[in-house]
C-alpha cells in the first residue's frame, strides 16, 4: 500500500467512527476549537464556559501531545474537562473523542473539543462537531487564512484574538478578515480579547445559538 492509500484509509476509518459519533450528539452541540498553539483557545473557553456552567450540562475535551495543563485550567473554573494526550500525534481522531466520551457521557448540552494547536491535519479529521471554531492570534500575521486555506474552508467561524495586543503588532484586522471572507464568504467573525473582555459576550450569544439550533433541530 503507497503513502496516499494508507492516508486514504485512515481518513475513511475516522470519517466512519465519526458519523457514530454524530448519531449519538443528537441532543449535543459539538464545537471543534482548532488554532496554532498558542493562540488562545483555552483563555477564550475559560473566560466563556465559566458564564454556561450553571445554565447547560457541558464538558471539554482538551487535545494536547502531553501535560494535563489545558484540562487543570478548565476544571479549575468548575467546568469538567477529560485531557487527551494524542503523544506524536498532532490533531484529535474520533477515536479520541469517542475515549473521552466513555468517560463525560453523551448527556451533555454542549462538548467543546480543544485539539492539538495545528493549523493542517485538524481541518480533515471530522470528530463529530457542528462547527469548527478557528482561533487566530493578532500576533500570528494577518495573511493566515490564505496560508492555510483548508482550514478556514472547513471552519464555521472565526476568531481574531488579543485585539488588545493591536497596537504593537502588525496585524491588519480588515485585511485578515478579508482573506478569510475570500476563502470562507459564510464565515462567522469574533474579535476577542482575553484582556479587556472585548468580543467574550458576543462569542458566548453565538454558542448559546448554536446550542438552541441542535435542540431544536
Ligand atoms: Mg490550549
Ligand atoms: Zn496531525
Same mark, same amino acid.
Given at each position: +500500500?503507497?503513502?496516499?492509500?494508507?492516508?486514504?484509509?485512515? /481518513?475513511?476509518?475516522?470519517?466512519?467512527?465519526?458519523?457514530?459519533? #454524530?448519531?449519538?450528539?443528537?441532543?449535543?452541540?459539538?464545537?471543534?476549537?482548532?488554532? !496554532?498553539?498558542?493562540?488562545?483557545?483555552? !483563555?477564550?473557553?475559560?473566560?466563556?464556559?465559566? +458564564?454556561?456552567?450553571?445554565?447547560?450540562?457541558?464538558?471539554?475535551?482538551?487535545?494536547? $501531545? $502531553?501535560?494535563?495543563?489545558?484540562?487543570? #485550567?478548565?476544571? @479549575?473554573?468548575?467546568?469538567?474537562? &477529560? $485531557?487527551?494526550?494524542?503523544? #506524536?500525534?498532532?490533531?484529535?481522531?474520533?477515536?479520541?473523542?469517542?475515549?473521552?466520551? @466513555?468517560?463525560?457521557?453523551?448527556?451533555?448540552?454542549?462538548?467543546?473539543?480543544?485539539?492539538?494547536?495545528?493549523?493542517?491535519? =485538524? !481541518?480533515?479529521?471530522?470528530?463529530?462537531?457542528?462547527?469548527?471554531?478557528?482561533? /487566530? !492570534?493578532?500576533?500570528?500575521?494577518?495573511?493566515?487564512?490564505?496560508?492555510? =486555506?483548508? +482550514?478556514? #474552508?472547513?471552519?464555521?467561524?472565526?476568531?481574531?484574538?488579543?485585539?488588545?495586543?493591536?497596537?504593537?503588532?502588525?496585524?491588519?484586522?480588515?485585511?485578515?478578515?478579508?482573506? @478569510?471572507?475570500?476563502?470562507? =464568504?459564510?464565515?462567522?467573525?469574533? $474579535?476577542?480579547?482575553?484582556?479587556?473582555?472585548?468580543?467574550?459576550?458576543?462569542?458566548?450569544? &453565538?454558542?448559546?445559538? +448554536?446550542?438552541?439550533?441542535?435542540?431544536?433541530?
Amino acid at each position: +500500500m503507497g503513502m496516499v492509500d494508507v492516508k486514504a484509509k485512515i /481518513l475513511e476509518k475516522n470519517y466512519s467512527k465519526a458519523a457514530v459519533l #454524530r448519531d449519538k450528539f443528537k441532543n449535543t452541540c459539538v464545537l471543534n476549537f482548532v488554532s !496554532s498553539p498558542g493562540s488562545g483557545k483555552t !483563555s477564550i473557553l475559560e473566560k466563556v464556559l465559566v +458564564m454556561f456552567k450553571d445554565k447547560y450540562k457541558l464538558a471539554v475535551v482538551e487535545g494536547d $501531545q $502531553q501535560t494535563t495543563n489545558d484540562a487543570d #485550567r478548565i476544571e @479549575a473554573t468548575g467546568v469538567t474537562a &477529560y $485531557q487527551v494526550n494524542t503523544g #506524536r500525534a498532532c490533531h484529535l481522531e474520533a477515536t479520541d473523542v469517542e475515549k473521552a466520551m @466513555a468517560e463525560l457521557g453523551y448527556d451533555l448540552d454542549l462538548l467543546i473539543i480543544e485539539n492539538v494547536g495545528n493549523l493542517v491535519c =485538524p !481541518s480533515q479529521f471530522d470528530l463529530g462537531e457542528d462547527a469548527k471554531v478557528i482561533v /487566530l !492570534s493578532t500576533t500570528e500575521g494577518d495573511d493566515k487564512p490564505i496560508k492555510y =486555506p483548508v +482550514m478556514f #474552508r472547513v471552519g464555521s467561524s472565526f476568531i481574531i484574538n488579543k485585539t488588545d495586543l493591536l497596537p504593537y503588532v502588525e496585524f491588519d484586522v480588515d485585511k485578515c478578515i478579508g482573506y @478569510a471572507k475570500g476563502v470562507n =464568504p459564510e464565515l462567522e467573525v469574533f $474579535q476577542a480579547s482575553c484582556k479587556t473582555g472585548e468580543g467574550l459576550e458576543e462569542i458566548a450569544a &453565538y454558542i448559546e445559538g +448554536m446550542i438552541a439550533k441542535k435542540k431544536n433541530a
